[in-house]
């Protein structure tokens, strides 16, 4: 008996212990499954990210298209109109001082709190709209287009002014706003502490503003009122090396009675635009290969306007730009090459590189997006 129940205990004793062996087995191999499709998403993770920065142009501040598709088809639906009669004009990372993106409703509850995004810039031609957004467009908000707070104060304006002139060796008269946006600072050292400066962790609204020059561009922040300006050493542009366009690549010449043209093309929609101005006051603006013409649009400025718009190419020199390009990165995608041209002279350019145009040429590029956006 007492063999019988050894015998029987050995027997259970050895089936649990197989059990446990195989258990064990499984639970390894599951956990170098395991290990292994979690290397894998790594790696899948890392070439998906890397594929995102190197078609991002390796420029952390280029605007997602998903931020863009949901601005625009936003506005599309507010306004009742096609996503094709809108064009994103001007945009520029944030951060947002609270959970109502800086756009709080009337006795609107908003969290305290840091919050990163986009402000975009969107225009059909004959108005602006501005927004706020978060990083990946999923919360966005609407401002008013000509709302108060987006305009520079005088006080601000002077302060920047009398230190680019001083620093350039310039006269304020001969120095321009050429952008200016709200921002709001992390700390009290408005985001540029040099070596060993104590910061206040705090809060700081303000302004970022880029003064143009003869030669140089400079960016400067500051506090809301202008009582602190700071140089952004590191965003100081200098101007982009031109190349010269092949004459095989130069866009027909003017008719008599066309004043100025853009051709825009390429961005996110990868259609071509041409806008043309008339002695008249004419602005006919098509779509080139629409063969129904269906984008075609017509408005119109005053004569006056045309005039102040050809002595700003003459006070400008246009024409020392002639037939000059500024080409985009290496390796960028999805940005919009603009085309102007005078009766005189072409200069070709890009949205990426805008900002880093000669300040002429960026003076320019505003005069033109003045009359445009004024035209009805």
Same mark, same amino acid.
């Given at each position: 008996?007492?063999?019988?129940?050894?015998?029987?205990?050995?027997?259970?004793?050895?089936?649990?212990?197989?059990?446990?062996?195989?258990?064990?087995?499984?639970?390894?191999?599951?956990?170098?499954?395991?290990?292994?499709?979690?290397?894998?998403?790594?790696?899948?993770?890392?070439?998906?990210?890397?594929?995102?920065?190197?078609?991002?142009?390796?420029?952390?501040?280029?605007?997602?298209?998903?931020?863009?598709?949901?601005?625009?088809?936003?506005?599309?639906?507010?306004?009742?109109i096609s996503t094709r009669?809108?064009?994103?004009?001007?945009?520029?990372?944030?951060?947002?001082?609270?959970?109502?993106?800086?756009?709080?409703?009337?006795?609107?509850?908003?969290?305290?709190?840091?919050?990163?995004?986009?402000?975009?810039?969107?225009? &059909?031609? @004959?108005? !602006?709209?501005?927004?706020? *957004?978060?990083?990946?467009?999923?919360?966005?908000? /609407?401002?008013? %287009?000509?709302?108060?707070?987006?305009?520079?104060?005088?006080?601000?304006?002077?302060?920047?002014?009398?230190?680019a002139s001083r620093r350039?060796?310039?006269?304020?008269?001969?120095?321009?706003?050429?952008?200016?946006?709200?921002?709001?600072?992390?700390?009290?050292?408005?985001?540029?502490?040099?070596?060993?400066?104590?910061?206040?962790?705090?809060?700081?609204?303000?302004?970022?503003?880029?003064?143009?020059?003869?030669?140089?561009?400079?960016?400067?922040?500051?506090?809301?009122?202008g009582s602190i300006v700071?140089? &952004?050493? @590191?965003? !100081?542009?200098?101007?982009? *090396?031109?190349?010269?366009?092949?004459?095989?690549? /130069?866009?027909? %010449?003017?008719?008599?009675?066309?004043?100025?043209?853009?051709?825009?093309?390429?961005?996110?929609?990868?259609?071509?635009?041409?806008?043309?101005?008339?002695?008249?006051?004419?602005?006919?603006?098509?779509?080139?290969?629409?063969?129904?013409?269906?984008?075609?649009?017509?408005?119109?400025?005053?004569?006056?306007?045309?005039?102040?718009?050809?002595?700003?190419?003459?006070?400008?020199?246009?024409?020392?730009?002639?037939?000059?390009?500024?080409?985009?990165?290496?390796?960028?995608?999805?940005?919009?090459?603009?085309?102007?041209?005078?009766?005189?002279?072409?200069?070709?350019?890009?949205?990426?590189?805008?900002?880093?145009?000669?300040?002429?040429?960026?003076?320019?590029?505003?005069?033109?997006?003045?009359?445009?956006?004024?035209?009805?």
């Amino acid at each position: 008996m007492k063999i019988m129940v050894k015998t029987c205990f050995s027997t259970n004793q050895a089936r649990i212990f197989t059990a446990l062996l195989l258990t064990g087995i499984l639970s390894v191999t599951s956990g170098l499954t395991l290990i292994k499709g979690a290397t894998a998403g790594s790696a899948n993770f890392s070439l998906e990210t890397s594929n995102e920065v190197s078609k991002d142009n390796i420029k952390s501040n280029r605007l997602p298209r998903p931020v863009a598709n949901a601005v625009l088809q936003d506005l599309a639906r507010r306004q009742g109109i096609s996503t094709r009669e809108l064009k994103i004009t001007n945009y520029s990372q944030q951060t947002w001082g609270n959970g109502c993106l800086g756009l709080p409703q009337p006795d609107e509850g908003c969290t305290e709190a840091l919050v990163t995004g986009w402000r975009v810039v969107v225009s &059909n031609g @004959k108005q !602006n709209w501005i927004y706020h *957004t978060t990083n990946d467009g999923r919360s966005l908000r /609407l401002a008013s %287009p000509n709302t108060p707070s987006d305009k520079l104060p005088t006080s601000v304006k002077n302060a920047v002014l009398q230190v680019a002139s001083r620093r350039l060796q310039q006269l304020i008269s001969q120095l321009t706003i050429v952008e200016s946006q709200q921002q709001t600072w992390k700390n009290g050292c408005l985001e540029l502490a040099s070596a060993d400066e104590f910061c206040t962790q705090a809060l700081v609204p303000g302004w970022r503003v880029v003064v143009g020059g003869r030669e140089q561009t400079l960016v400067y922040h500051t506090n809301q009122t202008g009582s602190i300006v700071r140089l &952004n050493e @590191k965003a !100081n542009q200098s101007t982009l *090396t031109p190349v010269q366009i092949p004459v095989s690549d /130069l866009p027909p %010449p003017l008719d008599r009675d066309v004043v100025f043209r853009q051709i825009s093309s390429g961005g996110f929609a990868g259609r071509t635009y041409e806008t043309i101005l008339l002695k008249n006051g004419q602005l006919i603006r098509v779509r080139i290969g629409d063969a129904n013409d269906s984008e075609r649009s017509v408005r119109r400025v005053s004569v006056q306007q045309v005039r102040q718009f050809l002595r700003s190419l003459e006070r400008y020199k246009f024409t020392q730009f002639r037939n000059l390009s500024y080409p985009a990165p290496s390796g960028a995608a999805d940005f919009i090459t603009y085309t102007f041209t005078s009766q005189k002279n072409t200069v070709q350019y890009n949205d990426i590189s805008q900002n880093n145009l000669p300040s002429n040429l960026q003076l320019v590029v505003k005069a033109w997006n003045q009359i445009t956006a004024s035209a009805q």
